[in-house]
C-alpha cells in the first residue's frame, strides 16, 4: 500500500482561502478519517489528495514522491463517493470491471479480480444483477468493489454511507471495519457523523474551517480533547459545558466554583489560571451520577430510555441543563428532584481562549 504526508496544504478559490495550511502523516494500511461539521473543508481536502481540485500551495506526497502536479489517473488512488454513480444498465460484474475493460486489462485477469472482489464483498449471488435489484448497502458496496478491483494504493471515500438509513449504516460500519482489515490497506475516510469516525479510525483528524483542530486515536480525542471544539464535537452525547469561575489551585488540581456556588476539584494542570478567573468546566454525561449526597442539585426535564442505558435532562441550580448517562434499568422519571455527584476524571478545564488544561490522571470511568 502507500504513505502519505501533507505538508502546510492550501487551497484557495479567488481571494478565499478554504484549506488554510494543512499538515498530516498518514502510515501504511492507517484508516484516517477526517471529521468536521459542514464546510470545514474535509471534503475539499479529501478532492486535493485524489487530484481532483489543484493545490493552491503546500506539497502532496505518496510515498515520499510529490504528487501535486500528476493527474488523478497517475496517483495510484481509488475514490468512493457519497453517490454510488453505477451504470443502470450493466450488470454488478459489468460495473465492477468497467475501469479494468477502459484499461485494456485481459478478460480472464479482468473476471479474476471482480470475483475476488465479489468474494471480499459477499457479493456473488448478486454478480448478475443490475443495480436497480439492490438494495442501498449492496450499491455501496458494489461502488466500494469497483475501487477494490484497480488494486490502488490509497483508497479514499467521501461520506460514503450518508445516503444509507441507520441501520444500513450500521451494518457497513462493520463491513467497512472487515475490509480494512482483510484488505491490509491505506484508506482515507471523510464523515461528518462522529460515531462513524470513532468506530472506523485507527486515527482522526478534526477540522474546522479548514484547519486541523486535533489529530489522535479515537480514545486520545474523547479523552484529551485539545480544546471546546474537539471537546463538544466528539462524544455522543455532547458532553457538558458549564461556566465557572478559578478558586485555587492544589496538588489535586484545579477548585472552580460554579454559577451556583458548587466547588469542583477537577484533576488538572492549573498552568497559567489565577484566582477569579473564568473558565469552562467540561463533564462528560456518563461523568455525572445520581447520588443524594451529590453536590449538584437539579430536577429532571426528560428521560431517554433507550434500553441499555438511559439519558436523563437535568436543569440543575443555576438554571442550566446537563446531560446525566446512567443505567438503563433505572426508574428515575420527569420532574423528580435529584442530585448528582461528579467522578472527576470525566472533568475538563478550558480556559478563555478555548484551549484545554492538562488532565492529571488517566482516564477510567471504573467506579
Known amino acids: 500500500m502507500a504513505t502519505l504526508t501533507l505538508r502546510d496544504l492550501r487551497k484557495n478559490y479567488g481571494p478565499m482561502e478554504v484549506i488554510k495550511g494543512v499538515s498530516l502523516d498518514v502510515a501504511d494500511r492507517e484508516l484516517v478519517v477526517f471529521v468536521g461539521p459542514s464546510g470545514c473543508g474535509k471534503s475539499t481536502l479529501l478532492r486535493m489528495i485524489a487530484g481532483l481540485e489543484a493545490i493552491t500551495a503546500g506539497e502532496l506526497q505518496i510515498d515520499g514522491q510529490r504528487v501535486n502536479e500528476l493527474g ?10 457519497q453517490s454510488y454513480a453505477l451504470y443502470p444498465h450493466m ?119 479548514g484547519r486541523v483542530e486535533q489529530v489522535g ?46 466547588r469542583i476539584v477537577a484533576p488538572v494542570a492549573a498552568g497559567s489560571a489565577n484566582q477569579g478567573d473564568s473558565v469552562t468546566l467540561g463533564i462528560r454525561p456518563e461523568g455525572l451520577r445520581l447520588d443524594p449526597d451529590g453536590p449538584i442539585g437539579g430536577e429532571v426535564r426528560l428521560a431517554e430510555r433507550l434500553g441499555g442505558l438511559t439519558l436523563l435532562h437535568v436543569t440543575i441550580e443555576d438554571g442550566r441543563q446537563v446531560t446525566v448517562q446512567i443505567e438503563g434499568s433505572d426508574l428515575t422519571r420527569p420532574h423528580e428532584t435529584v442530585r448528582l455527584s461528579v467522578n472527576p476524571v470525566a472533568c475538563h478545564v478550558f480556559d478563555q481562549s478555548g484551549r484545554a488544561f492538562t488532565h492529571l490522571l488517566k482516564h477510567s470511568l471504573a467506579a
Do not use: C, W
Request: proline share 6%; no cysteine; charged share 25%.
Open 217 to 262: 486515536s479515537p480514545l486520545d480525542l474523547y479523552h484529551r480533547p485539545e480544546n471546546l471544539f474537539v471537546a463538544g464535537f466528539i462524544g455522543s452525547p455532547q458532553m457538558n459545558m458549564l461556566p465557572a469561575t478559578v478558586q485555587e489551585a492544589g496538588p489535586s488540581g484545579l477548585a472552580v466554583a460554579l454559577a451556583s456556588g458548587t
Open 72 to 81: 488523478p489517473a497517475d496517483r495510484g488512488l481509488a475514490m468512493v463517493f
Open 91 to 209: 450488470t454488478v460484474r459489468q460495473n465492477m470491471g468497467f475501469a479494468l475493460r477502459l484499461a485494456r486489462v485481459p478478460r480472464a485477469e479482468r473476471d479474476r479480480k471482480v470475483d475476488e472482489a465479489a468474494r471480499i464483498l459477499q457479493l456473488e449471488p448478486y454478480l448478475d444483477r443490475r443495480p436497480k435489484d439492490l438494495s442501498g448497502g449492496q450499491r455501496q458496496r458494489v461502488a466500494i468493489g469497483r475501487a477494490i478491483v484497480r488494486q490502488p494504493r490509497v483508497f479514499l471515500f467521501d461520506e460514503p454511507l450518508s445516503n444509507l438509513d441507520a441501520a444500513l449504516r450500521g451494518q457497513m460500519r462493520i463491513e467497512l471495519s472487515r475490509l480494512h482489515e482483510e484488505l491490509n490497506a491505506t484508506m482515507i475516510y471523510v464523515t461528518h457523523d462522529q460515531v462513524e469516525a470513532m468506530t472506523l479510525a485507527d486515527k482522526i483528524v478534526v477540522l474546522q474551517a
